[in-house]
Structure formats: structure tokens, C-alpha cells
């Protein structure tokens, strides 16, 4: 097809900023799992938007933090940097409440040299928390650093479409890469731990989500109804036992919220069942976590 306009748009930032809110607000579903935790995201996710004759495949990543100390951590901002080599359009997103600091100031600024000739805007977001007075100070701020910023409430939805029509308008003519109503490239299996691993960093507090990873074991689909086996890795007994909880309650809290969200995902029925295993060391092991690199497209 003649006409047909095709752009890769990086969703970039401090952790917590925002990215996975605003993707699952753009493409309007949950692709991308949202917590108010730091260092959410741990693998690239994309989420494909058609429209007119456009296609826009937006890539949210993980936080990029300056100093990563540990393997996972440094893996994961390795992800988000190595994910603007092909990218057309960088998208930074800012959470407007938090200062604007040295870290992020050096990372702007590397931006710019570094990936120059990349088109990039800045995304204030979380503009619901602040004042119409505030708001105008706070882009002030940020003028220096990129030609084009946007205001935006990736939680109301506020000022995507602004965003959207510009994104669409600065997409080159390139022939489509995906299906017109393809959402994600995303294996469903993974989506599915990812919802698992969501509803473990919302009931358990403190360091040990970070300590936890899941895994999709089986999948199999009978008379309509799937069953599914997940594995929590943990790293000791001392986890295991947080995990399933006083008379497993903890780990069937879990699978219930779980088990909801996946259903309508997959939009069937759903027979969930969790597993908690021990596997030490997984986070220091590049090889444990080696299926974050997942292949894109
Ligand atoms: N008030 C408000 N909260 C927001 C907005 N956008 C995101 N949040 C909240 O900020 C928190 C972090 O959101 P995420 O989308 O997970 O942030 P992230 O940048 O993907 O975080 P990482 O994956 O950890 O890097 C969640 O509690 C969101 O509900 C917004 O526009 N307004
Ligand atoms: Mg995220």
C-alpha cells in the first residue's frame, strides 16, 4: 500500500514517571502492569496503535536509573538505552510533581548529544497533582532541554490526543509492520505472568517484590476453559513462606486477583494455579532472567 505511514516511538524515564500508565492509556488496555512501585517494567513492552493510515508502535521500558548497582538493575536500564537504537521518536516521560534534578538534567542532556538525531518531546505527566499556575513554572523548566513538550495526565487520559495527532503527524511514510488491530507483540503467556507478578507487587511490601520473578509454565486450553501453571521463583524459604501466606492465604489472595485479570485478558474462562519455588540468586544470574531479552517484533 501506497500512503501507509509506520513510526517506533520510545517511551523513556525515571521509574515510576509514568511510561506503563501511559501506554495502556494510549492503546486503552492493560498491556503494560502498573504499580506504585519503582522499577515496575522489567522488559521492553510494546503496545501498536493504528490509526487512519497510521502505525505507531510505542515501546514502554523499563525506569532508567543513572548508577545501576545490581545485575537485574543494570540489565534493565541497559533495555531501556538499547531500545532507542531503533527508534524514530523519544518520548520522555517526566513525573512533573518530582524536581528537576541534576540525575535527570545529565540524562536530558545525553539525550541530546548522544541520540541527536532521534526526534524526542518531553512528557510532563501527572499534571491532575498540580496547579494551572504550577504547571506553566514547571514547563518553563524544561524548555531548554527539547522543542516539544506535552502536558499530560496519563491516569485521566488528559492531553493524549494532543500527543497522538503529533506522533502521527511526524510518522515517514513506511509500508505497516503489524495486523491493523494487533494491540501487542507480546505472548499472551507473558502478559499473563506479568498480571501475576502486578498482584505480588501490590500485596507484598517493601524490597521482596524485586525479589520475585514469574514464569508461565503450561498453558492448555480444554471445553473452553484454560489451565494455567505459574511459577513464583523466590530467592529463600524465608520468602516462600511470605509468599503463600498464614494457611496459604497470602497465595490464594493472589491467584484470585490474578486469575480475574487474566481470564479477561484471554476472554475464557480460567483455571489458575501458583507454585512457589526457590531458585537462589535468580536476580544476580543473567542466565535466570535471560527471557526479559525478549526478541521485538
Ligand atoms: N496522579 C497520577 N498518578 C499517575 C499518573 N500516571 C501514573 N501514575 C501513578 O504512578 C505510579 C507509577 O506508574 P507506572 O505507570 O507504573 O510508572 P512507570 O514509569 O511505568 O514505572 P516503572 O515501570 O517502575 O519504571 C502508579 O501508581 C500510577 O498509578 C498520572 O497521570 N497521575
Ligand atoms: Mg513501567
Redesign the pocket.
Known amino acids: 500500500m501506497t500512503n501507509q505511514k509506520t513510526i517506533t516511538v520510545s517511551i523513556i ?10 501506554l495502556n492509556s494510549i492503546i486503552g488496555q492493560k498491556i ?10 522489567r522488559t521492553v513492552i510494546d503496545g501498536i496503535l493504528t490509526i487512519n493510515n497510521t502505525q505507531m508502535i510505542f515501546c ?1 521500558t ?2 532508567i536509573f543513572r548508577d545501576p548497582g545490581k545485575t537485574l538493575e543494570k540489565s534493565i536500564v541497559k533495555t531501556a538505552w538499547s531500545n532507542l537504537e531503533n527508534t524514530d521518536l523519544v518520548l520522555v ?1 517526566i ?1 512533573a510533581t518530582r524536581k528537576l534534578d541534576e540525575d535527570l538534567e545529565s540524562i536530558l542532556n545525553n539525550l541530546n548529544t548522544k541520540y541527536k538525531k532521534i526526534q524526542k518531546a518531553i512528557i510532563l ?5 498540580i496547579s494551572k499556575d504550577k504547571q506553566q513554572e514547571i514547563e518553563g523548566l524544561y524548555k531548554n532541554f527539547a522543542d516539544k513538550i506535552f502536558k ?5 487520559g488528559e492531553g493524549i490526543e494532543g500527543l497522538l495527532a503529533w506522533v502521527e503527524e511526524v510518522a515517514p511514510v513506511f509500508p505497516w509492520i503489524h495486523a491493523e488491530d494487533d494491540l501487542t507483540t507480546i505472548p499472551i503467556k507473558l502478559l499473563a505472568s506479568e498480571i501475576t507478578r502486578e498482584k505480588i507487587f501490590l500485596k507484598l511490601s517493601k524490597e521482596l517484590p524485586y525479589e520475585i520473578n514469574v514464569e508461565t509454565e503450561s498453558w492448555k486450553e480444554k471445553d473452553g476453559k484454560i489451565e494455567i501453571h505459574q511459577s513464583i521463583f523466590v530467592k529463600k524459604e524465608s520468602q516462600k513462606m511470605i509468599v503463600i501466606g498464614d494457611k496459604g492465604s497470602m497465595i490464594k489472595a493472589i491467584g484470585i486477583e490474578a486469575r480475574k485479570e487474566i481470564e479477561e485478558l484471554a476472554g475464557a474462562k480460567v483455571n489458575l494455579q501458583l507454585f512457589v519455588k526457590i531458585r537462589k540468586n535468580w536476580t544476580e544470574n543473567p542466565e535466570a532472567y535471560k527471557y526479559l531479552r525478549m526478541e521485538q517484533g
Not at 524515564?13 to 501511559?22: D, H, I
Open positions: 524515564g525515571y521509574p515510576n514517571a509514568g511510561k506503563s500508565t501511559l503494560s502492569i502498573v504499580t506504585p512501585k519503582v522499577q515496575t517494567t514502554d523499563p525506569g516521560i513525573d505527566n501527572k499534571l491532575d497533582l499530560i495526565s496519563a491516569l485521566k
